[in-house]
Nanobody
Framework: QVDVAESGGGSVAAGGSLNLSCVVS????????AAWFRQVAGKEREGIAA?????????IYADSVKGRFTISRDNRKNTWALQMSSLKPEDTGRYYC???????????????????WGQGTQVTVSS
């Protein structure tokens, strides 16, 4: 089990950008798979971006954010980032980082695949 912490949320006008960061308490971050989920008011938590770990070199996006969001990892800093651009009011919600030591590429947006979660960071996009 590792500790996970997100940061970088805030308020921005539609069309703006925000960069979220996820840091984990492990020296072996390179082996971890990670994903960003979000929970929008009135809807279930959904996976929006995922990145492989170890030898699994994949990046997957939900259709709702494809072309606007970019997930990346920095192994030196034990962090993952979510760069969000062209933000829309419907992107408003709480964003969570989730990690685990292995996740099937076919199931990256299933919440049960991830053992460790952060507390989330709020993103608010005004129209």
């Amino acid at each position: 089990q590792v500790d996970v912490a997100e940061s970088g949320g805030g308020s921005v006008a539609a069309g703006g950008s925000l960069n979220l960061s996820c840091v984990v308490s492990t020296l072996d971050q390179r082996q971890y798979y990670a994903a960003w989920f979000r929970q929008v008011a009135g809807k279930e938590r959904e996976g929006i971006a995922a990145i492989g770990g170890g030898r699994d070199d994949f990046i997957i996006y939900a259709d709702s954010v494809k072309g606007r969001f970019t997930i990346s990892r920095d192994n030196r800093k034990n962090t993952w980032a979510l760069q969000m651009s062209s933000l829309k009011p419907e992107d408003t919600g709480r964003y969570y980082c989730a990690v685990d030591t292995w996740v099937s590429q076919a199931r990256v947006f299933e919440q049960m695949q991830y053992h460790d979660w952060g507390q989330g960071t709020q993103v608010t996009v005004s129209s």
